[in-house]
Antibody, heavy 120, light 107 residues
Framework: EVQLLESGGGLVQPGGSLRLSCAASRSTFDGYAMSWVRQAPGKGLEWVSVISGSGGDTYYLDSVKGRFTISRDNSKNTLYLQMDSLRADDTAVYYC?????????????WGQGTLVTVSS | EIVLTQSPATLSLSPGERATLSCRAS??????LVWYQQKPGQAPRRLIY???NRATGIPARFSGSGSGTDFTLTISSLEPEDFAVYYC?????????FGGGTKVEIK
């Protein structure tokens, strides 16, 4: 069974940076597109970014473009999200999720999430 | 951006009853519509993909239908574990977007 485990969340001041990681349990990570999806406290789901299986293609939500960078290390079965110039409205639980059927796909499975709080 | 509107916002039903949830898209998404279930404190779980295909391990009481702009998730007979929030998501256009959710609560 594929499992995903996020880490790296925490409290950061506005304008600060954080790097999230998502470790996959086994090498089925390789070859699959992977996404980050976030959920602000008490709110709905919002897709943030996706990276192709090779890492060569990426897409971003407009509101994070230029501030967030998605990447992956297939040798370590790990997905990353570098978040810079953080704002209060970036506060959310960040989930990593696998896209089982291509780049623009659904999400299955999901990790348990890591909370990012942007506040002074 | 494709906007997905879910209705109703809250559905109050009893165990054993049938639940019908709606998701309407602001423009056609063909059949590229996905349904998720989320329970408090948990990550979402994919139920239905491409409008009508049940994901692995999902009970047969969950079914999806629709195409174009109008979609429905039906739970034929509610079990106690089905009381949760349900989201739809489109994968037809960038950015990928979700609906605002329907909460199915115990009446």
């Amino acid at each position: 069974e594929v499992q995903l485990l996020e880490s790296g969340g925490g409290l950061v001041q506005p304008g600060g940076s954080l790097r999230l990681s998502c470790a996959a349990s086994r090498s089925t990570f390789d070859g699959y597109a992977m996404s980050w999806v976030r959920q602000a406290p008490g709110k709905g789901l919002e897709w943030v970014s996706v990276i192709s299986g090779s890492g060569g293609d990426t897409y971003y939500l407009d509101s994070v473009k230029g501030r967030f960078t998605i990447s992956r290390d297939n040798s370590k079965n790990t997905l990353y999200l570098q978040m810079d110039s953080l704002r209060a409205d970036d506060t959310a639980v960040y989930y990593c999720a696998r896209s089982p059927s291509g780049f623009a796909a659904s999400f299955d499975p999901w990790g348990q999430g890591t909370l990012v709080t942007v506040s002074s | 951006e494709i906007v997905l509107t879910q209705s109703p916002a809250t559905l109050s039903l009893s165990p054993g009853e049938r639940a019908t949830l709606s998701c309407r898209a602001s423009q056609s998404v063909s059949s590229y519509l996905v349904w998720y279930q989320q329970k408090p404190g948990q990550a979402p779980r994919r139920l239905i993909y491409d409008a009508s295909n049940r994901a692995t391990g999902i009970p047969a009481r969950f079914s999806g239908s629709g195409s174009g702009t109008d979609f429905t998730l039906t739970i034929s007979s509610l079990e106690p574990e089905d009381f949760a929030v349900y989201y739809c998501q489109q994968r037809s256009n960038w950015p990928l977007t979700f609906g605002g959710g329907t909460k199915v609560e115990i009446k």
